[in-house]
């Protein structure tokens, strides 16, 4: 079945860097591409999706590539701040039977950013 | 709107006892989803209904049962609870799912912490 593979688990940065998480998939049909966001205790929210037909979408700090070909895609966010410190979670879509896709979930990286 | 909801927030049970999660939604979301989440670990699909009267099996059913009798509530049914149950429970929903062409976003609930001791 569909798998969602994600690196790195944990990542520490220093305030103000980069951060990049990547995700590859196995299902070429997987045409959806979200990123949820978990702090601490709390329920996982969106924060930004990609869909097959685009290679990149940014949203102010954060943005989403997508490698169709080579099945992999990457969360990028720039100038971090602590506040952003939480597990970031990948998902692919699989065409379920019927006709109806179901999300598969990474297994999760926790960023830590450092003042 | 008070979006997704869950009851309770917290339980603890013993092997072989029974319990339902309760989850509704107040957004009109015809597509209801159920997932766990281990320690460390990413969300796994339970069961998920996409509309009134219709619920299928996802990665993980076994040890679980649902129904979806009205389009608000999709309650999760653990019937003869194992430590293997031990996790954190959301509830999610969403309009008209992620089917092609139509992507929507999934809105979680609080979560549910259960053990079983």
């Known amino acids: 079945g569909e798998n969602v593979e994600q690196h790195p688990s944990t990542l520490s940065v220093q305030e103000g860097d980069s951060a990049v998480i990547k995700c590859t998939y196995s299902d070429s049909a997987s045409n959806y591409f979200p990123w949820y966001k978990q702090e601490l205790g709390k329920r996982p929210q969106l924060i930004i999706d990609i869909r097959s037909n685009v290679g990149e979408k940014k949203d102010q700090r954060i943005a989403v590539t997508l490698n169709k070909t080579a099945k992999h895609f990457s969360l990028h966010i720039t100038e971090t701040q602590p506040e952003d410190s939480a597990v970031y979670f990948c998902a692919a879509t699989l065409l379920f039977s019927g006709g109806y896709n179901k999300l598969i979930f990474g297994a999760g990286t926790r960023l830590a950013v450092h003042p | 709107n008070a979006g997704v909801t869950q009851t309770p927030k917290f339980r603890i049970l013993k092997i072989g006892q029974s319990m339902t999660l309760q989850c509704t939604q107040d957004?009109?979301?015809?597509?209801m989803y159920w997932y766990r989440q281990d320690p460390g670990m990413g969300l796994k699909l339970i069961y998920y209904?996409?509309?009134?009267?219709?619920?299928d099996k996802g990665e993980v059913p076994n040890g679980y049962n649902v129904s979806r009798s009205t389009t608000e509530d999709f309650p999760l049914r653990l019937e003869l609870a194992a430590p293997s149950q031990t996790s954190v429970y959301f509830c999610?929903?969403?309009?008209?799912?992620?089917?092609?062409?139509?992507?929507?976003?999934?809105?979680f609930g609080p979560g549910t912490r259960l053990t079983v001791l």
């Open positions: 957004m009109n979301h015809n597509y």
């Open positions: 999610a929903s969403s309009y008209e799912g992620l089917r092609e062409r139509s992507y929507n976003e999934q809105f």
């Open positions: 209904s996409v509309g009134a009267g219709i619920t």
